[in-house]
C-alpha cells in the first residue's frame, strides 16, 4: 500500500488549504479512510474518518466545523479541506485506512505525510 499526501504549505492563521492523498497497492474504494496529524513533539493523533462510501465522516472536536474529509473512489483520492486554521493546526499530516468507530489506523503503513504550517 502507499499513500502520498500533498498540499501542505505555510498559511497564516485564519487561511486555508487543501490536502490530498493519492493512494495505490488496496482497494481504494472498499476502505474506510483518515487523516491524522503530529505536531513538533507530540503523539500522532486523529483527524478525520470517512466511510468507504463517503455516506459517513468523523471529526476530532478539535477541527469539527472547520475542516472537512471527503474522497473521490474514482481517483483513488482522499482530501481534507481545511479552514480557519490555527496556530495548532501546525503538523504533519497524514494519510491512513482507517478502522471505523475506534478512529485509529487500521496499520502501520503511513506513507509520506505533508507539512502544514501555521503562522500566528
Known amino acids: 500500500v502507499q499513500l502520498q499526501a500533498s498540499g501542505g504549505g505555510l498559511v497564516p492563521a485564519g487561511g486555508s488549504l487543501r490536502l490530498s492523498c493519492v493512494t495505490s497497492?488496496?482497494?481504494?474504494?472498499?476502505?474506510?479512510m483518515g487523516w491524522f496529524r503530529q505536531a513538533p513533539g507530540k503523539q500522532r493523533e486523529f483527524v478525520a474518518a470517512?466511510?468507504?462510501?463517503?455516506?459517513?465522516?468523523y471529526y476530532d472536536n478539535s477541527v469539527k466545523g472547520r475542516f472537512t474529509i471527503s474522497r473521490d473512489n474514482a481517483k483513488n483520492t482522499l482530501y481534507l479541506q481545511m479552514k480557519n486554521l490555527k496556530y495548532d493546526d501546525t503538523a504533519i499530516y497524514y494519510c491512513a485506512i482507517t478502522v471505523w468507530g475506534s478512529w485509529k489506523p487500521d496499520s502501520n503503513i503511513w506513507g509520506q505525510g505533508t507539512e502544514v504550517t501555521v503562522s500566528s
Open positions: 470517512i466511510l468507504w462510501d463517503g455516506r459517513s465522516t
Open positions: 497497492g488496496t482497494t481504494f474504494s472498499s476502505r474506510n
